[in-house]
Each structure stands twice: as C-alpha cells, then as structure tokens.
C-alpha cells in the first residue's frame, strides 16, 4: 500500500501483507480502504475526525459499531483503524428487498441509539452547539448548496444561507436530549441476520432525538420514492409504522427543522 499512500509507521506495521480494497461507495472527502476485517479510513485532521475516534473509543461495548485497532496522526491527517461490520448497509439490494423489515430496523436502530446513558457522553450536540458550526460553516463558505433540498431555497424557499440560519437561531425548539447518531441515513446503518450496527459516527453526540428522525425519514424516503422503489403512499405507511413501533407520534415542526439545519452541513 506504501506504493498508493505513505502511511504513519505505525499502521504501516498493522497492516503490511493483508490484501485490500479502495471503497468506492462512501461520499464523504476521506479514503477508506478495506481489509477483509478492518477498514483503515484517512482524512484531514478536524473536529468531526476527531471526534468520530473518540466516540468510538467511548461507546465500546455499549453499542456494535466499529472497534478501533489503531490511531496515528500525521502532518494534518488521521488515521483510523478498525474493524469491519459484518452485514452490509440497510439500503442494499438485500435489505430493501423486505420494506417492513427494512422500517422495523430502522426503528431497533434508533432505540438502542436512544438507550445509551448521556450522563458521561463526551459530545453535545445539542442546538446552541450545532448552530456555532452552522454560522462557521457559512462564514467560511462550507455550505454545498448542489445538496440542498428543491424548495430550501430559491422562490419557495429561503432567500439565502443567512436567512435560513436566523430562522433557525429564533425557531429553535425544545429538546428532548439522547445519544444521537448524528447522521441516521440508511447507508450508516448496517443489517447483519437482524443485528443492527452502525457506522460513521463523527457527528454522535447528545441531542433531540428528532435530529436522527429527521435524517431517518429523509434518507428513507429517496430510498424507497426518489429510486422508485415505491410511491409516496408506502412510504407515508412505512413512517408510520417506524413511528409506532417507537411508540411516538410525529411532530412535523421539528421534523422539518433538522432537515433545515442539515442544509448548513
């Protein structure tokens, strides 16, 4: 691998002779390359990377997602060691085979997220925070506005960045504070015979649990509509049923406020 990336000694030393891959599927900015029972991710020294190594560290053997082997940094750059899940994402062709298994899933997910004790949580993540790193983000030009959703700008939207974060900086509402993922899309949840683990944890942290549900339903709805897998109508059933099995109903105020503030990310 010395001959694709100089690597720090050290994870040199982890992983010389064991053959590889470059994942392909990720559209994060890092470089992942798998081993068939670690993976070795790579990206710039930040906040967000650091922070996924200490979250992982922390919640080892509380929840299943990745182990750490091995950290090393270097002239700006980390790297993460790993383990690799078994299973494959909840939006592989297998997975998606079954929507209401898919939907159940979904749900145990967000569960065993919600069931961890925050009291020693090294990260929050609540709004006060998360509207810091908005205003950064606009500040030094880091919003992607190719991402946003149709209509968060534009004629029936918001006017700009700006006036989307002052709608959200005096709407913000009342949290209901758990270990949140962070970005619960169906990609970062992986299905092994029903065992549910998780991945990408650089943006965990304590936060309103309506910060996964939103993404939740956002991810599951261009799964299953924007792909064509079904209409509108099953996936309306498909949320319900995620929303019964967690025992709550839906608040569509706060459902589109995180969608709102992941446009600033």
């Not at 085979?97 to 929050?124: M, R, T, V």
């Amino acid at each position: 691998m010395s001959d694709i990336i100089k690597l720090p000694d050290v994870m040199q030393s982890r992983i010389a002779g064991f053959e590889y891959n470059m994942d392909s599927i990720g559209e994060s900015d890092s470089k992942v390359i798998l081993f068939d029972d670690m993976v070795l991710k790579i990206e710039k020294t930040s906040n967000q990377s650091n922070r996924e190594y200490d979250i992982l560290k922390w919640l080892d053997g509380q929840l299943s997602a990745p182990k750490v082997i091995e950290f090393a940094q270097e002239n700006g750059i980390n790297y993460l060691l790993m383990s690799r899940l078994k299973g494959s994402m909840l939006c592989s062709e297998d997975n998606m085979k079954d929507f209401d298994n898919a939907a159940q899933l979904l749900a145990e997910g967000l569960k065993l997220l919600w069931s961890i004790d925050i009291a020693h949580c090294p990260y929050n993540s609540r709004l006060d925070e998360r509207l810091k790193a908005a205003k950064y983000n606009i500040e030094h030009g880091l919003v992607d506005f190719e991402n946003a959703e149709e209509d968060t700008f534009g004629e029936n939207g918001f006017a700009d960045v700006n006036e989307l974060y002052e709608f959200l900086a005096d709407n913000k509402p009342d949290e209901d504070l758990v270990f949140t993922h962070g970005d619960y899309c169906l990609p970062n949840v992986f299905a092994d015979d029903n065992t549910i683990s998780f991945l990408d944890l650089g943006k965990a942290g304590i936060a309103d649990r309506w910060q996964d549900l939103a993404l939740c339903m956002r991810s599951l709805k261009y799964n299953l509509c924007e792909l064509s897998l079904v209409g509108e109508d099953e996936f309306e059933r498909l949320k319900n049923k995620i929303y019964f099995d967690l025992g709550i109903k839906e608040d569509k105020k706060k459902l589109k406020y995180y969608i709102l503030l992941d446009e600033l990310f």
